[in-house]
């Protein structure tokens, strides 16, 4: 049973251009979470998605970032227009149906914004 | 709102015990959690422990939460210079809709 895959594990964009992250959940699970990790800080939550649904989204910035977990293939966190400051490492984490106890994360994807 | 607090920083000397400690302030927590980030990877979970356990025991790892003070805590025996990572609490509840919220994670340091 594979974890949670994110990809790319590393990304470069200059400013202004588009960020796609990818995260795949562990099988079975339903539930995505994605977080944002700055320097020298803590995991800071943005987007909870269920399949096909936004379950809650009071994280993320109101413009430039959406999110999104279709009903096939992976979740993408989609950042447009990246300026300096996206500049972070984003992790995406699932668990099963609500409830349950496990959350597992992926290995993060680095996205630097040059 | 919800609410995770860990200290910074811990020093300890490689075989002795390590104690992380965290507070949070979601009464409605249902889970409790302990994750280990390594310097560049993603967060490894632990451990975990429900709310109506005040105790779990995992070889090296033991977990103690106190339900009425809001408190939990991470005990590693035998400390060793692999465990020197950032430790991050984390606390899922229904008042959060299941979303966990992190502290923002205790570094923890081994030396010889």
């Known amino acids: 049973n594979a974890g949670v895959m994110q990809n790319p594990r590393h990304l470069v964009r200059r400013r202004g251009q588009e960020a796609r992250l990818r995260c795949s959940p562990m099988?079975?699970?339903?539930?995505v979470y994605w977080y944002r990790q700055l320097p020298e800080e803590g995991l800071k939550f943005m987007v909870y998605l269920q399949k096909e649904n936004i379950i809650d989204e009071s994280g993320m910035p109101k413009e430039r970032f959406s999110a999104e977990f279709p009903k096939e293939g992976p979740s993408i966190l989609r950042i447009q227009q990246v300026v300096r400051g996206d500049s972070a490492a984003y992790f995406c984490a699932s668990s099963p149906p609500r409830g349950k106890a496990e959350a597992f994360f992926g290995q993060g994807t680095r996205l630097t914004v040059v | 709102g919800e609410d995770v607090e860990q200290s910074l920083f811990l020093s300890v000397r490689e075989g002795d015990s390590s104690v992380i400690n965290c507070t949070y302030t979601?009464?409605?927590?249902?889970?409790l959690y302990w994750y280990k980030q390594e310097p560049g990877a993603g967060l490894q979970l632990l451990t975990y422990i429900f709310s109506n356990m005040d105790m779990k025991q995992d070889q090296r790892l033991t977990v103690l939460l106190n339900k009425k003070d809001k408190h939990l805590s991470l005990r590693i025996a035998d400390t060793q210079t692999g465990d020197s990572a950032i430790y991050f609490c984390a606390e899922k509840g229904t008042g959060g809709s299941y979303i966990p919220t992190f502290g923002r994670g205790t570094s923890l340091i081994v030396h010889p």
């Open positions: 979601d009464s409605s927590s249902t889970y």
């Open positions: 099988k079975g699970h339903s539930h």
